[in-house]
Every structure is written in structure tokens, then in C-alpha cells.
């Protein structure tokens, strides 16, 4: 199908889904595969709709830095920090006040996604964030998704490749 078709798809079969549960298995899944172990600073993402809540992490991961996107033109990322109350963002998030963080001094991004493809290629909204602000970046990607939206969809060269996915 095409990005287009798998987007609403996608979307609509989110519906369907009981996402506490989800949230807490994919949180599992994170912290038992070790995976954020080696980072210091990591980039994650403040949930709006059904997009599963990792945010626990934080707390689970105290001694971490997480960052969080804010979204001008094009989105960058910011520290998040208990002491840093959130304040409205577009798109129904929310997003910490503060300096913007060097893209590559965040070792690891852990990504919304809409859909993924079956080759590991993020569909997200439409907007393209991710595609162009984690174009070229050497860092580890890891793709979060319902297991409902892993399809085989045509997708374009410039679009976000995930290293590894979790899914639930
Ligand atoms: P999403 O990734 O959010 O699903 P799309 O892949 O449809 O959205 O991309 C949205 C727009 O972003 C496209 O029109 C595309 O031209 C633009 N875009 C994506 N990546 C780049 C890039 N690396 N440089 C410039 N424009 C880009
Ligand atoms: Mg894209």
C-alpha cells in the first residue's frame, strides 16, 4: 500500500487498542533488552493520542537525561526535567522550556511511529520531522509502534530508518 493508505490504516486500527497494557509491556520489553543501559543522554517524546506513554522511563532511568522534541519550523530537543514544568506545544504536546540540546550529543532516540514498514522505515503524521531532523545522524533509532501497524508499504529514500523496533 502506500504511505498514504497505511497512515489512515494505521490509525484507525489504533483505535482499537488497549494501550495500558500495551504501554506496560513495551516499557518491559525497554528496560529488560538493556538497551538504553550504555546511554547517557536520550531523546524521547512527550505521547499525544494513542501514541504509547514511554515516559516512565524517566523515572525508572533516574540517573539518565531524557529530552524532549519542541516543534518551531522544524523540531529540536530540549532537557526534561522534573523541575522544568511542560507548557503547551502544537499538536496537543507539551514541551520543556530551555536550551536546545545538540542533536548529536543525544545518543539515542527512542521515535513514535504511525506505522512501520517491513523494512524498517518509519511512516509518521505526514510532516516529515523526523526524516529530515535525524537525516545523516549516527546515533541508535529505535522505532516504537502497535504490532497492528507493521505493514508492507511503498516508501520514498529519504524516510527514517529504524535499528531496532519495539512493538506491542
Ligand atoms: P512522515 O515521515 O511524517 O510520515 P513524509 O515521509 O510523508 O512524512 O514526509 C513529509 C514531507 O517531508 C515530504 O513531502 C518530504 O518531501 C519532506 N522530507 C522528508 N525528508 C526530507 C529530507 N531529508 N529533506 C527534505 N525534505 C524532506
Ligand atoms: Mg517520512
Same mark, same amino acid.
Given at each position: ?85 511542560? %507548557? ?72 527514517? %530508518? ?7
Amino acid at each position: 500500500m502506500n504511505k498514504s493508505e497505511a497512515r489512515s490504516y494505521a490509525l484507525q486500527k489504533r483505535k482499537e487498542v488497549f494501550i495500558k497494557q500495551i504501554e506496560e509491556d513495551v516499557i518491559e520489553k525497554i528496560i529488560a533488552s538493556k538497551i538504553l543501559e550504555p546511554f547517557q543522554h536520550i531523546g524521547i517524546y512527550y505521547p499525544i493520542g494513542k501514541e504509547m506513554n514511554l515516559l516512565p522511563l524517566t523515572i525508572y532511568y533516574k540517573d539518565k537525561e531524557f529530552y524532549l522534541p519542541i516543534t518551531k519550523e522544524e523540531i529540536s530537543f530540549v532537557k526534561y526535567s522534573k523541575d522544568n514544568p511542560l %507548557v503547551d506545544g502544537p499538536f496537543h504536546t507539551k514541551e520543556p522550556k530551555g536550551i536546545i540540546k545538540n542533536r548529536d550529543e543525544i545518543e539515542c532516540f527512542i521515535i513514535p511511529c504511525v506505522a512501520i514498514s517491513l523494512k524498517n522505515q518509519r511512516l509518521g503524521y505526514g510532516k516529515g520531522y523526523y526524516d529530515r531532523y535525524l537525516s545523516q545522524y549516527k546515533g541508535l533509532k529505535i522505532g516504537i509502534v502497535y504490532s497492528n501497524a507493521i505493514l508492507d508499504i511503498d516508501m520514498d529514500s529519504y524516510d527514517l %530508518v529504524l535499528d531496532i523496533v519495539y512493538s506491542g
